[in-house]
C-alpha cells in the first residue's frame, strides 16, 4: 500500500509526494505542486476532524467528467448487477468531482460507512482496519490530465468511483466489516499480507459468472478504462484464497490471473466465512 508515490513531510512541515519517472505528471511541475497542495491539505489531520475541501479546478473537474461517463458506459455492459444496483442507489456526480464528505453524505444513509481523507495511501492495518468502524480512508487528488484514462496509482476516481459505488451495496458493506474485523485479529504482517492479497483478487479484482457471462464485481477492475476491455482476456480460475497466495501480481499492467465465482451468493458466502474465522493461525494454514 505504501508504494504509491509516498508522501514526505519536510522538518519545516512541507508536504511532497514523490511521483516516479514513469508517472505522466512527473515531468509536469505545475501538477506535482497541485499533488503537494492537496496532500498537505489532510497531513497531520486527526480522525474526526473537519473534512478539509479541495478547490478543485476546471480542468480537474473535466478529467473526473471524462473518466465517469466513459466508466458508466463500461460499467452497463461488465458490471455485476450488485455494483449497478450500488450505483443507482449513491447517484454520483459525473459533471464535477465530489467532496469527500458529500460521499459520505450519500453512502452514509446507504450502509453507514462515511469517507475521511489521508494524504497519501495508508498502511496496511490503518486502512483496512478503519472498516472496522465504517469508515474508508481516501485520496482526494485525480490523476494527470494528458491520461484520463489512465493511472498509475489508485486516485479519487478509484476510491470513490470505484469503492464508493461498492460500499452502497449493504451486503458488500457488511464485508468490508469483516476485513475490518479480521484486521483485528491479524497479529503479525504475514497475516497482514495474507488478508491484502486475498482483498486484492476479490474486492480489488474480482470477477463472477452472471446470466452465463463474466462480470466484474472488483474496483481496481470498474475504476480502470483499460482494465475493464482486458478482464476478460485474463487467465480465469476457480475462486481459491489458496491459490491466490501463490500468484504474484504487478500493479503496473493488466492483471494477467484473475479468480472467479460462480455467482455473487458464492463470492459472498466463501468471503464471510474467511473473513470471519480469520486470524494467525488461519492465515498460515492458508499459506502452507
Known amino acids: 500500500m505504501n ?6 513531510t519536510g522538518a519545516d512541515g512541507s508536504v511532497t509526494v ?8 512527473f515531468a509536469d511541475p505545475a501538477y506535482r505542486a497541485r499533488r503537494d497542495a492537496i496532500a498537505a491539505l489532510s497531513a497531520g489531520r486527526g480522525a474526526g476532524d473537519v473534512i478539509p475541501t479541495v478547490d478543485y479546478t476546471d480542468v480537474e473537474h ?7 461517463e466513459e466508466l458508466a458506459a463500461k460499467h452497463r455492459t461488465y458490471a455485476t448487477q450488485d455494483f449497478l444496483d450500488g450505483v443507482e442507489a449513491l447517484t454520483l456526480p ?20 462515511r469517507y475521511e481523507p489521508v494524504a497519501g495511501l495508508a498502511p496496511l492495518r490503518t486502512f483496512y482496519g478503519s472498516f472496522h468502524t465504517n469508515t474508508f480512508l481516501s485520496t482526494q487528488y485525480i490523476r494527470h490530465h494528458s491520461s484520463p484514462l489512465y493511472t498509475p496509482e489508485p486516485d ?45 483478487f476479490t474486492f480489488e479484482f474480482g470477477v463472477v459468472e ?15 478504462f483499460g482494465e475493464l476491455d482486458a478482464f476478460r482476456a485474463a487467465t480465469i ?8 497466495l501463490q500468484v504474484d501480481y ?20 466463501r468471503l464471510e466465512a474467511f473473513l470471519a474465522s480469520f486470524n494467525d493461525d488461519t492465515a498460515l494454514a492458508l499459506r502452507r
Do not use: C
Open 250 to 269: 504487478d500493479i503496473t499492467t493488466y492483471q494477467p490471473v484473475l479468480f472467479a465465482a460462480r455467482s455473487m451468493t458464492e463470492v459472498h458466502e
Open 62 to 68: 473535466d478529467v473526473w467528467r471524462i473518466v465517469a
Open 94 to 113: 459525473r459533471d464535477h468531482i465530489p467532496q469527500l464528505s458529500e460521499v459520505t453524505e450519500r453512502l452514509a444513509p446507504l450502509t453507514g460507512f
Open 156 to 200: 479519487i476516481v478509484h476510491e470513490v468511483l470505484g469503492h464508493a459505488n461498492q460500499l452502497a451495496d449493504p451486503p458488500t458493506a457488511a464485508l468490508y466489516r469483516l476485513v475490518g474485523q479480521a484486521v483485528q485479529e491479524a497479529e503479525t504482517d504475514e497475516a497482514l499480507r495474507v488478508l491484502s492479497k486475498v482483498f486484492w
Open 3 to 8: 508504494s504509491y508515490s509516498p508522501v514526505r
Open 237 to 244: 480460475r476457480p475462486l481459491d484464497f489458496a491459490d491466490m
Open 18 to 25: 514523490e511521483l516516479s519517472a514513469a508517472h505522466p505528471g
Open 210 to 224: 452472471e446470466k452465463g457471462d463474466l462480470k466484474t464485481y472488483g474496483a481496481g477492475i470498474l475504476s480502470s
